[in-house]
C-alpha cells in the first residue's frame, strides 16, 4: 500500500504512474481495474464527475480520496481534478494479430497520439524498440487519451529481438522515405498478419530496413522534409484497417 | 527596425514573432525573406549551421547577429543556438484552390501540425474560424517545421464569412463524427476545388455542419471517442490528395 506521503510527481524509476483528469481516469478503472492503488479527487470537483469515479471505485473496491494538497502537489496542470494511482503492468502481445512497431520513439506526445489512433483502428499490440521514452509517463497517457489502457505493449532491446520472437508468418511493412513501393498503390495481403513499422522522429528508419518485408513511403511534396511520426503512423495504420471500419 | 532592447518574449500583441531552431529559420529566410528583420545566432552554433544562414542573410542584405544573452532571452529552449526575427503577414487565399478549415482550433502543436501535413500534400490554403489559436505562436511554427511559410492563410469571425467570399464553386466537406458518409466509401468530384472543414479539439463541428456540402467521418472502433484532431485532418487530407503524389 502506496502511503500519501510517499507519493512524489512522476519518476521513471518508480513501479506506479498516474492518470491526470477525468476522461484517462475512468479508462483506467473500466479496462485496467486491477492495477489501481486509489484514485485521488479534487473537492472542486463536479457532483457529476464524482459520482462517475465513485460508481467505478466502489465496484472494484478502490479507495477514493479527497485529498486537495496532495493532488495539487502530484498534478502537472492546475484544471486536473482527478488523479488515478496505478501500479505499471507488463504486457504479452499477440502473435497472430497486426502490430505496430515504433523504432527508438523519443516523443511522449508521438507515443500517446500514436496509441490512440492505434486502439481507434483496432490495432492492439505495440512493439517498443529501445532506447525509447517510458510508455508510463503521464504525457504518454494524457495525449493516449487513456487508450493506454486497452493496449499489450513490450519493450525490446533491439528488432532483431522482435522479429526473432514475433516474426513467423506475418507480413512487415518497415515506412521509410526511400520505401520501394507508395502506401495505398499496392494489395494488401488480407490473410497475413502486419507488423507496421516506424522510426525516431529525427532519423526514420536506417537503410538495414530497406531489407526487411516490404518497405513503403508515403509519398509527398517536396515542400517538406518529412511527416510528424505520429500523422505518418496514423496515415499508414488508417490505409491498412480501413475495410475493417 | 525593432532594437534589440525592444525584443520581447513572444507576445501575441506584438507585429513581430520569432522561428526558434536552424530548420524554420530556413524555410522562413528561403520562403519569406521580405519579412525577415534580423537573425540571431548562439556563439556556439556549428560551422555548417553558422555558413548556411550566413549565405541565406546576405542573399537578402538580412542583418546576422551574435549576441548569446538576447538569444538567451527570447528562446524557449536551452538546445535552440538560431532565432529568426520577422515581421507577422497577412494573406490572401486563392480562390480556385483547394482549402481546410478548421473552425475554432484550440492547440498550438496541432495546428502546427495540420500546417505541415497540408503544405506536404500540396494545400497551400488555410481558412481560420475565430476564436482560434494565435497562427504566429511560435510553437505552432515549430510545430509546422516552417512549412508555415509556404502557407496562405486568413481569420474569419464566422463560418459564413468564409463562405461568402469563397464558398462559391467548390466542394465542402465537414468532418462529425456524425458524418453522412464514410471518408475513402465514395467517389471524390476531381472537378470541383474542395474545402475539408474540421471542428475544435474537444467539441468538433455542430449540427449545423450536418447541412453543409457533404458530411463525411473516419470510421473508428468504439475504443476511442475520437481521433485526435490533427490525426483526423491528416488522414482526411492524405485520402483527398494520395492520387497527386
Redesign the interface.
Known amino acids: 500500500m502506496l502511503s500519501n506521503k510517499d507519493m512524489k510527481r512522476y519518476n521513471k524509476k518508480n513501479d506506479y504512474s498516474y492518470t491526470f483528469g477525468a476522461?484517462p481516469t475512468y479508462e483506467l478503472l473500466e479496462n485496467r481495474p486491477e492495477n489501481v492503488e486509489k484514485i485521488l479527487i479534487h473537492s472542486t470537483a463536479s457532483k457529476e464527475i464524482y459520482d462517475k469515479i465513485k460508481l467505478l471505485c466502489d465496484k472494484n473496491d478502490i479507495p477514493l480520496v479527497i485529498n486537495d494538497k496532495l493532488l495539487e502537489k502530484l498534478r502537472e496542470k492546475d484544471s486536473c481534478i482527478v488523479v488515478g494511482v496505478f501500479h505499471k503492468f507488463q504486457c504479452e502481445m499477440e502473435k497472430g494479430e497486426n502490430h505496430v512497431v515504433l523504432v527508438n520513439p523519443s516523443d511522449t506526445?508521438n507515443m500517446g497520439?500514436i496509441i490512440?489512433?492505434c486502439?481507434?483502428?483496432?490495432i492492439r499490440n505495440l512493439a517498443i524498440i529501445e532506447p525509447a521514452v517510458d510508455i508510463f509517463n503521464p504525457k504518454v497517457i494524457r495525449?493516449s487519451?487513456g487508450?493506454l489502457f486497452?493496449l499489450n505493449y513490450k519493450y525490446f532491446s533491439s528488432f532483431e529481438e522482435y522479429a526473432t520472437v514475433y516474426g513467423a508468418d506475418r507480413c512487415m511493412y518497415p515506412f521509410m522515405l526511400k520505401g520501394a513501393k507508395k502506401l495505398?498503390a499496392f494489395p494488401l495481403d488480407r490473410d497475413c498478419a502486419f507488423s507496421l513499422i516506424f522510426g525516431n522522429e529525427a532519423t526514420g528508419l536506417d537503410d538495414s530496413f530497406l531489407k526487411v518485408g516490404q518497405s513503403l513511403r508515403?509519398?509527398?511534396?517536396d515542400?517538406?522534409?518529412s511527416?510528424?511520426l505520429?500523422?505518418a503512423a496514423?496515415?499508414a495504420i488508417?490505409?491498412f484497417t480501413?475495410n475493417y471500419?
Open positions: 476522461f506526445g497520439t490512440r489512433t486502439i481507434g483502428f483496432g495525449a487519451m487508450s486497452h495505398g508515403i509519398s509527398h511534396s515542400a517538406i522534409d511527416l510528424n505520429s500523422l496514423g496515415i488508417y490505409e480501413k471500419f
